[in-house]
């Protein structure tokens, strides 16, 4: 199967010649790009009245060691791969760029110009891979620490080789400012962080403050790095589902949801409709509980206590239908490849009924306390504002942007699973500011109550919960212990593992703070050859500095819990 | 005395209690000590990942660490007197976490909680800690990935027996290094310094 090319391609594939090699894609049109037209050809796409790929969703790295040895499957190739994934929102059309990279000198141009969104995807391919971005002004590592040597990524990196930080290692950010004219108070370098409640644990500002007011800033980051990638390269595909259970730990069923659903369309799966109907509804309790965590951080932050109490009443609720579903309350891993763990329990109704019940008088509670209240407007209006041209060049997704005026939202743009068959509104505010992302992220929960109610009408599908075919799912327990076939699947499956066919994907749905991706390559065995989350909150927090300069630093603690920045996803 | 109740003027009077006589206990002021330490701990939470929200959770009113007097949370490692580390501890980490831990008074007490702060959990990989304990002493290890708030308050339940242990121990050893100074001040005549390095 192959897929519609943009729009635009005819124009720009003769512009360009014989330097694009458009491929073909299961998911998504996808381009070979010869790296001394990349420059030039981001700048067309992003301009072209005909493309307008104006999100730059991601950038991966592959290291295929096999195509520079000139393996059987080799195609004569390079060894590295750099791989943007763009999309394009008004066009709603999806591209996916791939430049070769000659081992000897993986140089390549910087996007930064074209879209601000490069910034710290290409720091983070340069800490992986080793690959240079000429024209970046700050190429360096940004996940691992300083002492580290080595590109982790590669597939000739030891997966478990650590290397010790010392203190007088570690980083201390420079800056080279020129004088300001009104200057009335001496700078100070103040550092916040990591180890900071503000700075929710695990991130670290350096700010220099004129006065009270922020002049320039650096965040570093990494500080929960653990290896996400190189660890799903190291298991086989269905125990990457615990790890993704840690990316966004808030709502972690969601991360269980788009790794399942991508690997699933690998498989050519279909997944049965009571599966499909259960993963709808617990991908939105994930989401309440998610913004629940966000608002209530964000208030504590600010100073409003009691609201943080108010909200995370209705996450222990929540926890008690996942943990009747599966036995965790955070970190489900109630998905598998082709469905669920296992059947849901016979009082599934009604505890979603009466979860519809006790939510939204907390809802009400906090905004009855929150929406007028003069602190909290004077903390958070026109706080931190973005129009929604920048917040898209930057790369953000998810209920930030909508807060500026951007109603991009993968479940209505790109329907998967029930989404196109309920009601719901996507809210959108204008603002920009850390009062609308509290606002957006408010009504939304409101509107997954409203989805839930819908789906919840409709009664549980019948069926079984996971497809029945015995190269992907395990035999039930019964038949395991009592026919021959049976136990042989089961002993295969748990040896050997699911065999997902060779090529590559793209999927994502809508996590609780954007879009999260799953770049999967598989090379046919049982292992997942490359995984790359695209994580919502990465390319957000890579525009704090911008955000908070000119502000106070009561500002910027107010702006980070506003952003709903996950360390877990941020830096897997 | 018979019982009466408060009259509704406000008098500088001591209100009568109904009590059977004088209420007063005798003890030693280190058990007084024991007893306060035990009951009321200060907790720095060292939150980095999915532990640090079931902490979160912990603290919250539906679990109400509050019930065991650890409901004190302190952000400052000077105010602290336990620290819990949530979450997982990686390369990048482990300095600050070394000088948090540096930074707090005596006498600490560390509790580890989860997989990854005890053991690096199921991240075996380049930039993780394969626990805290390669860096500072953990007192109360707690399972899970994440512990549920049952465990971690079954682990502070253990910590306050440990901690009337260790004051113990911390005062023998205190009393010995005192008589072993006395001692050498009465043999040499000199300060108790060099005897007591």
Known sequence: MTVDEPVAAPALLEKYGDRITPQDGPDQPTWVVRREVLADLARDLRDHPEARFDLLLDLAGADYPARAAGGPSSGGGERFEAVYHLCSLPRKERLRLKVPLPEADPVLPSLIPVWKAADWFEREAYDMFGFRFEGHPNLRRILCHEAFQGHPLRKDYDPARRWILTEDKIYRPQFDLPEGEDDMFERMTINIGPSHPAMHGTFRLVAVLDGETIVASDVEIGYLHRCFEKMCETHVWQQVIPYTDRLNYCSSFINNVGYCRTVEKMLGVEVPPKAVWARTILSEFSRIMDHCVCNGATLVDVGALTNFWYLFQPREEIYGLLEACCGARLTVSYCRIGGLAQDLPPDFMARAEKLLEIIPPFIDDVEKLMDANRIWLDRSVGIAAISGEDAVNWGWTGPCLRASGVAYDVRRAHPYDLYDTVDFEVPVYYGGDVYDRYRVRMAEMRESLKIIRQLLDRGIPEGPHIVDDPHVALPPKEACYNEMEAMIYHFKLIMDGIQVPAGERYDMVEGANGELGFYIVSDGSSKPYRIKVRPPCFPIFSTFPTLIRGGSVSDAVATLGGLNVIAGELER | ?197
């Open chain 2, 1 to 197: 005395m018979e019982p009466t109740t408060q009259s509704k003027e406000l008098t500088n009077e001591p209100i009568p209690q109904p009590t059977t006589g004088e209420s007063w206990i005798t003890s030693r002021f280190e058990a007084l000590e024991d007893w306060a330490q035990r009951h009321s701990f200060w907790p720095f939470p060292f939150g980095t990942a999915c532990c640090a929200i079931e902490f979160m959770s912990t603290v919250s009113s539906h679990y109400d660490m509050a019930r065991f007097g650890s409901e004190v949370v302190r952000f400052s490692p000077r105010q602290s007197d336990i620290l819990i580390v949530a979450g997982t501890i990686n390369d990048k980490m482990a300095p600050v976490l070394k000088k948090i831990y540096d930074q707090m008074a005596d006498p600490k007490w560390v509790v580890s909680m989860g997989a990854c702060a005890c053991s690096g959990g199921f991240y075996r990989a380049y930039h993780v800690m394969q626990g805290i304990d390669e860096i500072i002493p953990v007192d109360v290890y707690v399972p899970g990935c994440p512990p549920s708030p049952e465990g971690l308050m079954y682990g502070i339940l253990q910590l306050k027996e440990k901690v009337v242990r260790d004051r113990a121990k911390l005062r023998k050893a205190g009393r010995k290094e005192k008589e072993a100074g006395e001692e050498a001040v009465g043999e040499t005549g000199k300060g108790g310094e060099e005897a007591a390095a």
